[in-house]
Structure formats: C-alpha cells, structure tokens
C-alpha cells in the first residue's frame, strides 16, 4: 500500500507569493491533517479535514486555507507569503478520527521564501 | 489549552544501551492520549507508542515501553538495547479525548544519537 505523498517536495518562493501543497493520503483513509515544522515554533497544527469537511483549525492567520476534495486528497494554500512561512510543511492520514486510528505522516514539502 | 514539555533537546547513548527520553504535559481534562513519534533524518514521522490516559497499566512495544505518571502528568520514553537505527528526533504529543479530530499537540522535541 503506498504511504502518504506530498508534492512538492521541495519549493522556492518569494515574499507575496502564494503557494499551493498538496497531499494524498494513504487509499482509504479520510482524515487529513497539516501541520507545520519550524525549528524556532516546533510541530504545530493547521487543521483538519475529513470527509471534505474542516474539523479542527489551528491558530494561523487566514492566509492559511485548505480544503479537501471527494477522494480525499487535500490541498493547503498560503498566500501573500511572509519569510516566517519557511517551514517544513507535513501532512498525515488515518482512517478516520477514532483515537486508535493511526496517523500516517507523509515526507512533507519544504518551503522557502526569500 | 494543553502544552507538552520535552526539556532534554538532545540525548545520546551507547549502542546496546537504555536512554530514557522525557515528556511532562500540562492539562486540565481526565481523558487523552499521549504518543511517541520518531522523525529520522529522512523526515518521515512515524509513531512509536500510545497510551490511554485511563489505562494504568505502561505501553510496551518490543524495545520501546513508557512510565506514565498521570498525576504527575509525566510520559517517558525508554529504549532499550538500543541500536543504530534509533537515532532520531523524538516528539512527545497529546491527544484530546474531549474534541473531535486527530489533532496533535506536540513538544518541541528530544534529539537522540546513538554512539556505536
């Protein structure tokens, strides 16, 4: 089964950009969450998605937007980009929203914005 | 809101040896999950172990098992025999089991070398 993808891998951007990822989660698998790694902020959650629908929403600003589509597969955007968005952009998939549904986290995209 | 504390940014520990990696989380709920992630160089963030809050009894999987405090609100990771291959940042990370949603309160993770 493959695993959780994202593309791009790795992406270049200037500040006022905008900048789409996208990721597919594990065949199945209906919940997509995004989060984002900085060395300076840690792990920290964007939000969720599931069956199409936002279910939970961290503290970013509204630059940050996703949204979901029918086979499950998930696109976060970010627009008017700012050098602080340089970050390691991950993405994870489970089955469903239960507790014991394991998260599987894709390799993530690492965005730079000079 | 719930906070999760990793304070050994890095560890190291002899190959064959035990490390033990340290989590205090800050909660004000009866009823939540705790994880152990590892992120190798690689990037790729797998899950080690979970724990139920309301299970006493500690998580076990082969080399990996946790000592977890609830009242002291304490969630340590110890490896034994460790190898090579467990080099990696650990993360430490919450769960919720009052809202909806997998979402994932992490802490700022612990960097562990292993010395062959």
């Known amino acids: 089964k493959a695993g959780v993808t994202q593309t791009p891998r790795y992406l270049i951007k200037t500040r006022g950009q905008q900048v789409t990822l996208s990721c597919s989660p594990i065949?199945?698998?209906?919940?997509v969450s995004w989060y984002q790694q900085t060395p300076g902020q840690g792990l920290q959650f964007l939000f969720e998605?599931?069956?199409?629908?936002?279910?939970n929403k961290g503290n970013f600003p509204g630059r940050f937007s996703g949204r979901q589509f029918s086979n499950s597969r998930s696109e976060m955007n970010v627009s008017t980009l700012e050098l602080g968005d340089s970050a390691l952009y991950l993405c994870?998939?489970?089955?469903?929203?239960?507790?014991?549904?394991?998260?599987?986290f894709g390799p993530g995209t690492r965005l730079t914005v000079l | 809101a719930q906070t999760v504390t990793q304070s050994q940014p890095e560890m190291s520990v002899q190959e064959a040896e035990t490390v033990t990696l340290s989590c205090t989380y800050d909660?004000?709920?009866?009823?939540?999950?705790l994880f152990w992630y590892k992120q190798p160089p690689s990037r790729q963030m797998i899950l080690v172990i979970r724990?139920?809050?309301?299970?006493?009894q500690n998580a076990t999987e082969n080399r990996f098992s946790v000592n977890f405090q609830k009242a002291a609100k304490s969630f340590s990771l110890k490896i034994s025999d460790s190898q090579l291959g467990d080099a990696a940042m650990y993360f430490c990370?919450?769960?919720?089991?009052?809202?909806?949603?997998?979402?994932?309160?992490f802490g700022a993770g612990t960097i562990l070398r292993v010395k062959s």
């Open positions: 990370a919450y769960r919720s089991a009052m809202s909806k949603g997998n979402k994932l309160v």
């Open positions: 909660t004000s709920e009866s009823d939540y999950y």
């Open positions: 998605y599931f069956s199409e629908t936002q279910r």
């Open positions: 065949s199945g698998h209906r919940s």
């Open positions: 724990q139920e809050a309301y299970k006493q």
């Open positions: 994870a998939s489970s089955l469903g929203t239960g507790w014991d549904n394991e998260q599987f």
